[in-house]
């Protein structure tokens, strides 16, 4: 029996509970999901458990969407800071 998306995810989110960044070590990317460990021991360590919860939410929506919290949120309309056209200007003609 071929196992889900949805098994995938739950094995994802239970590796949460014990490895801040165990979902992406799972994907196999290790350097993200090594920084999403020390990242998370530090949050825990400096803000508590919003913290940490912060950092494993983080992990589980970049490795489930691929996209990180702040993406994950933004609207699709708006564009990313440095990046929109200054006001008054007009897009040039091709």
Do not use: C
């Not at 999901?33 to 998370?40: C, D, E, L, S």
């Not at 992990?59 to 996209?67: D, E, L, P, V, W």
């Amino acid at each position: 029996m071929p196992e889900t998306n949805s098994s995938h995810n739950a094995v994802k989110l239970i590796g949460e509970a014990f490895i801040p960044g165990a979902s992406l070590l799972l994907d196999g990317k290790i350097l993200a999901g090594g920084a999403h460990a020390i990242v998370g021991a530090w949050a825990r360590a400096a803000i508590g458990p919003v913290g940490l919860a912060l950092v494993v939410a983080n992990s589980y929506a970049r490795s489930t969407t691929g996209k990180n919290l702040l993406k994950q949120f933004r609207r699709s309309g708006d564009e990313p800071r440095g990046e929109a056209e200054p006001a008054g200007t007009s897009p040039e003609p091709k």
